[in-house]
């Protein structure tokens, strides 16, 4: 405030005077000197002629651009001063427009100083017309944008920094779920091998594509025409169980490898279960492991039940059964955990049948309260089937799980060994 | 989705925990939590009440191992009472019958436990 006077009274306009003095300092302030205004506005102002060529440019452009007013006036175009992406605009939208409209506003266009730096500025052009109407010069300001810049680019940096946050997290997902595939696969044989006299089948259904599945199987040799199997369950989902999974695995095969007697197997297994899982979460699995020696026309079979439900067998006679393992004790949770070996044999039509709990306690009913399919069902089910070669047996059981649908929430392994009733040297001979 | 209560009441032998519904992965969570929220004393029994369990699976099995574990760590000791019929079954496929002791009901489990820690005769 350079008036004395109060805002009140003023607008009052009490006082003799007052109201006059006011303005004429306002006048003096103002208007002292228009080319002073001109020259050194907070913005550049630029007149050229309809050809381009600059006919005035006032000081505040000139300092920013580093030109002399002799170097500039009458010498340069206003394209001279845009870098060559802003000539082009200008020759397809700015110049066009400008004839067209007759003014352009805020457009966005980037100055060349003469050291070459660059400076953003916003540009309103009009095109004064002379006393018969016609077009005789163009007014331009420019504004300076490189604040305005800035904040642009602020916002065009975190949004490149998003963008890359956000393709680094997709690569990371896409990298995860590979080797989650990878490892998902290593859990499971990747195909059965081919024994002598023996059809072997299994299936595996995963609950969740997203989950590592706890169960397991396998077929393996151990030297001397003798081979190894086991099929199992790890309580639990996901990378721990699928942990336990592996542990389990390796154990079976190279504890078999030593003494492939399953009772001695599967305490082996318990060993190595309890003695890493001890403390903290109970980590442990229902396994059966079995070992199939050639004798006469079949095999023989001694096989152990870990807490597992029991194995199916179908014979050649169209029969089938439970082969129970009562008292066997699921592996891993105890020091010394009981193990229940049994013995039989597979002759010419014969198959056993190896399966985990998500077949048997699969929903039938609807709702909550819903009847599980259960070992009844499944004991009539093979009778139905049997005699049953192994690839048929999957098949049939394969379809049994595929009508459950969302009863079926749960992994689910089976396994099939079974004697062809022709075998193949019977066949040829 | 399946479905659990569990009701938890004190008895003079210890914290007795009673389970109606189904035990499965949905809802075996829920055995855990409650597990953890009883109070434990050294030479007390947790007893779980399975009279009105309808259904157990894997998940179930490992809740009971999970409090086998708790209580031994505490110095306690863990019972089941009233397994029906069809739970007994699965027990026994997994072997749990040979660890843990059953009893008829948590009254019996509770007479059971008083008399192993005051047996007859110094």
Known sequence: ?429 | MSDLHITTHATPAGPALALRGELDHHSAPLLREAIDRVTLHADEQMVLDLSGLTFCDSSGITAFIVARNRTLESGAAIALAGTPPHILRVLRIVGLDQIFPLHPDTGTAAAVWAQTRNPVGP
């Open chain 1, 1 to 429: 405030m350079t008036c004395g006077t109060g805002h009140g009274r003023e607008s009052a306009g009490s006082g003799p005077g007052s109201g006059v003095s006011l303005e004429a300092s306002f006048s003096a302030l103002l208007e002292d000197d228009i080319d002073d205004l001109y020259e050194n506005a907070p913005c550049g102002y630029l007149s050229t002629l309809l050809d381009g060529q600059i006919a005035k440019a006032n000081t505040t452009l000139l300092t920013w651009l580093g030109y002399r007013r002799e170097e500039m006036v009458g010498r340069m175009r206003f394209t001279d001063l845009l870098t060559v992406g802003g000539k082009l605009y200008h020759e397809t939208h700015f110049g066009p427009l400008l004839r067209m409209q007759g003014g352009v506003r805020g457009i966005a266009l980037e100055l060349k100083a003469a050291d070459g730096t660059r400076l953003p500025v916003l540009v309103t052009s009009t095109v004064k017309a002379g006393a018969d109407g016609e077009p005789q010069l163009v007014r331009t300001t420019l504004v300076d944008a490189r604040d305005r810049r800035a904040y642009e680019q602020e916002l065009l940096r975190g949004r490149q920094e998003a963008e890359a946050a956000r393709e680094q997290a997709e690569r990371d997902r896409a990298r995860l779920q590979s080797v989650l595939a990878t490892l998902q696969q290593s859990l499971l044989p990747p195909s059965l091998p081919v024994v002598p006299g023996l059809e072997a089948a299994a299936h595996y259904h995963t609950a969740s594509p997203d989950h590592l599945g706890g169960d397991f199987y396998d077929l393996f040799t151990l030297g001397n025409g003798r081979w190894g199997f086991f099929l199992g369950d790890v309580c639990g989902k996901g990378p721990e169980a699928a942990a336990v999974t592996s542990l389990t695995r390796y154990t079976l095969r190279a504890a078999a490898l030593h003494d492939a007697d399953p009772v001695t197997v599967l305490g082996i297994l318990n060993t190595a279960l309890h003695e890493k899982y001890a403390s903290g979460d109970a980590r442990y699995c229902t396994v059966i492991f079995g070992t199939l020696t050639p004798r006469d026309d079949g095999f023989a079979v001694s096989l152990a039940s870990g807490g597992h439900p029991p194995v199916l067998v179908t014979r050649a006679d169209g029969t089938a059964r439970y082969l129970p393992t009562p008292g066997g004790c699921l592996v891993g949770a105890l020091p010394d955990a009981p193990f229940t070996a049994v013995t039989t044999t597979l002759a010419p039509g014969d198959t056993l049948l190896l399966y985990t709990d998500g077949l048997t306690e699969a929903r039938i009913g609807t709702g909550s309260g819903g009847e599980r399919y259960g070992d009844d069902a499944l004991l009539d089910f093979a009778a139905r089937l049997s005699p049953v070669t192994p690839g048929a047996a999957i098949t049939a059981v394969t379809e049994l799980l595929r009508g459950f649908g969302d009863g079926l929430d749960d992994d689910t392994a089976v396994l099939c060994l079974g004697v062809p009733s022709v075998t193949p040297i019977e066949e040829s001979s």
